[in-house]
């Protein structure tokens, strides 16, 4: 009974903390403090928390090196673009009652989400029964194809859906930039994800990278497990991918969802700790301000990743912050009652 009556103050903890965040984007946003350029680098940073977070899901807590997770961000942002090009056109026809862009957008992120779990599932099912070296390969291989099935497909063209007479039919993708939108389905999908790894599944998975065979003994199903957990990882890449087609630009290209931007993502979960969904948040929102606060040097991006993290396995292998998990509640626990608040997995366990 004790232990339901702290989840649920946690819960109303957490929620306090996601109402004060939005509270303070609002007020920022009534300054006048959030310009279009601002607005940009906020959503730049949404989708990218979203993104690193559910492969986290993949490489932190399951275990496994996946290294084509742009491929599931392209089949969402593709499939949300197309679904929400429809809708307009559809719209303007009289064949659907009209509805307003953030309703299109939904359905949009929604058939995004749900294809790219498809595309996880089947990818999922042979590519799990492998492990190590084996399932990177498979998962680079993925995202390569993804890319270059887009590039020669005829409504995307090589230059991307904008432009290009082969992708004449498809101008104008629908634009979602408001903030607000963007922040709830953020605090949401984080919030969904933490419940999964705090739950049974979640427990599951970490005991299945901790040691698979023991957990095979005990009666898991390894294969179910996984395949779960890549599907679900898959659902919000595809989510991220949605945010990233309708982010205000009207255009998708190819080239944006390369083995680099791959990578870029890995370099973040790295970076943030593996197996910590407060330490994949971090490292998203650093590692999408610092390109923008070094934009003249642009150029050498991938360098400076590359020291970030080789100076990260040499001096803190486990990442910023390992397997910690930030919780307001127990912050404010501490506080109140004087106690040191718990840390890492057992603050984990119980809330936000």
């Not at 998962?139 to 992708?167: D, S």
């Not at 957990?229 to 991220?240: C, E, K, P, R, Y």
């Not at 050498?300 to 100076?311: A, E, F, G, N, T």
Request: contains cysteine; proline residues 2%.
């Amino acid at each position: 009974m004790n232990q339901k009556k702290e989840r649920l103050r946690k819960l109303w903890v957490s929620l306090l903390g996601v109402c004060v965040l939005g509270l303070a984007v609002y007020a920022a946003d009534s300054l006048g403090w959030i310009d279009n350029y601002i607005r940009g680098i906020f959503i730049q940073c949404c989708f990218a928390i979203i993104m690193v977070t559910s492969l986290n899901l993949v490489m932190g807590y399951l275990g496994q090196i996946a290294l084509g997770h742009a491929g599931f961000m392209a089949v969402g942002a593709y499939t949300s673009a197309l679904v929400t090009k429809a809708i307009g056109l559809g719209i303007k026809a009289g064949a659907i009652l009209p509805m307003s862009n953030v309703m299109q957008f939904f359905i949009g992120l929604l058939c995004g989400a749900v294809a790219a779990a498809l595309f996880g599932l089947v990818v999922g099912i042979p590519a799990l029964r492998l492990r190590g070296d084996y399932l990177a390969i498979i998962t680079l291989g993925f995202g390569e194809i993804i890319r270059v099935i887009i590039q020669n497909l005829a409504f995307a063209g090589g230059k991307g859906l904008a432009n290009g007479q082969a992708g004449q039919a498809l101008v104008g993708i629908l634009k979602m930039n408001d903030i607000y939108v963007i922040f709830g389905v953020t605090a949401v999908c984080v919030a969904i994800m933490l419940a999964f790894v705090r739950s049974k599944f979640g427990r599951a998975i970490i005991a299945i990278r901790e040691d698979d065979i023991a957990s095979s003994s005990a009666g898991l199903n390894i294969t179910f497990y996984k395949v779960l957990t890549f599907t679900v990882s898959a659902f919000f890449a595809g989510i991220a991918g949605a945010i990233y087609a309708h982010r205000g630009l009207g255009t998708l290209q190819h080239s944006d969802f390369t083995f680099l931007k791959s990578t870029e993502y890995v370099i973040m979960v790295v970076l943030g700790g593996m197996g910590s969904m407060t330490g994949s948040v971090v490292a998203a929102i650093i590692l999408s301000v610092i390109p923008e606060a070094l934009r003249a040097f642009s150029q050498y991006r991938m360098l400076i990743y590359s020291v970030i993290l080789v100076l990260m396995m040499i001096f803190r292998p486990i990442g910023l912050f390992g397997n910690y998990e930030f919780s307001l509640y127990e912050l404010l626990r501490g506080k109140l009652t004087g106690k040191p608040p718990r840390s890492g997995r057992s603050a984990a366990k119980g809330g936000a």
